[in-house]
């Protein structure tokens, strides 16, 4: 089994603009399909692949220009610094979960295949979907669920959850799937619980959090002219890129420096995100929903 197909592969390769001596990030290593494309392009550069999934490092390439790093991108400033890297050319990220992750009923992402609640893509965290699930109130549930699915009937949802598990702990994808039974719609049922999962998945692994972290960090870490390369799969995580690229900030609110003027840190390489062609849709169905937004530094 494949681990996983890189999405909008010589897209991204291309906005990052390689130069053959500079340094790069692939924040989410996973198959290691990006990075093996950035690497075929550096002839003195080096690149840093990053993954909190240990399974990934069964990926790695043999080449004496790549540096894994077995942890969170949300750290990715002091990591690079541990090793000695302050400045970097470009950094990518693709923040979708990879075909392992789905493919795999053990790790609990998909809500076709039956198995223990966990959604973890860090093995070694204690906090997985069915703590979360057996744990959280109504409205902390409610909040998820309309935030990271913008569910309409999120209440409905969470009130279903709470009630299902006074008689009995929701331990696995079956139990979870029986909760919520009445909530699901007759037409539309997968893309429904697409975002169900999804949202339990965003609050398990803290992707928000961490993509924030990310993206202020960058500042930092990238050289003027160095590019900043998202992939993202749902409005939440777009929106926060896009603002992010306009503004400077995840908030997406224009600041002003001490003169009053506003501050430009990255310019737009691409006004609307790129996205799958057809060609590539019919070999891999799963970059449907794939964003593909390119910023390059101005300023820091």
């Not at 619980?193 to 500042?219: P, T």
């Not at 600041?255 to 506003?262: E, H, P, S, T, V």
């Not at 501050?263 to 996205?275: A, G, H, L, Q, Y």
Request: aromatic share 10%; proline share 2%.
């Amino acid at each position: 089994m494949e681990y996983h197909k890189p999405v909008l592969l010589s897209e991204t390769i291309n906005a990052l603009s390689i130069d053959p001596s500079g340094t790069y990030v692939d924040a989410t290593f996973g198959g290691g399909g990006h990075s093996r494309e950035i690497l075929g392009r550096l002839t003195k550069g080096r690149l840093i692949g990053m993954d909190c999934d240990f399974a990934a490092s069964g990926n790695i390439p043999e080449n004496k220009r790549f540096l894994f790093i077995h942890g969170n991108f949300r750290f990715i400033k002091n990591y690079l610094r541990y090793y000695g890297i302050s400045n970097v050319d470009g950094i990518l990220a693709d923040l979708g979960m990879s075909s392992h992750h789905i493919d795999n009923a053990y790790r609990g992402f998909s809500f076709r295949h039956d198995g223990n609640l966990d959604m973890r893509m860090n093995a070694y965290s204690s906090f997985t979907a069915e703590k979360l699930i057996n744990e959280y109130s109504v409205n902390n549930l409610l909040k998820i669920f309309r935030t990271y699915g913008e569910l309409a009937n999120g209440y409905k949802l969470a009130r279903s959850i709470v009630k299902y598990r006074m008689n009995r702990r929701i331990s696995r994808i079956s139990q979870f799937l029986d909760a919520i039974s009445g909530c699901i719609p007759a037409r539309g049922k997968n893309k429904y619980l697409a975002k169900v999962f999804q949202s339990l998945r965003i609050e398990v692994n803290k992707e928000i959090i961490n993509l924030k972290e990310l993206l202020l960090q960058s500042i930092g870490l990238l050289k003027t002219g160095g590019r900043l390369v998202i992939i993202s799969y749902h409005s939440v995580e777009d929106r926060m890129v896009k603002n992010f690229i306009r503004c400077g900030n995840p908030d997406g609110i224009l600041r002003k420096d001490i003169y009053g003027n506003y501050k430009i840190i990255f310019k737009s390489i691409n006004k609307k995100p790129i996205v799958p062609a057809e060609a590539e849709l019919k070999t891999n169905s799963r970059a449907r929903s794939a964003k593909l937004r390119i910023a390059e530094k101005v300023c820091s």
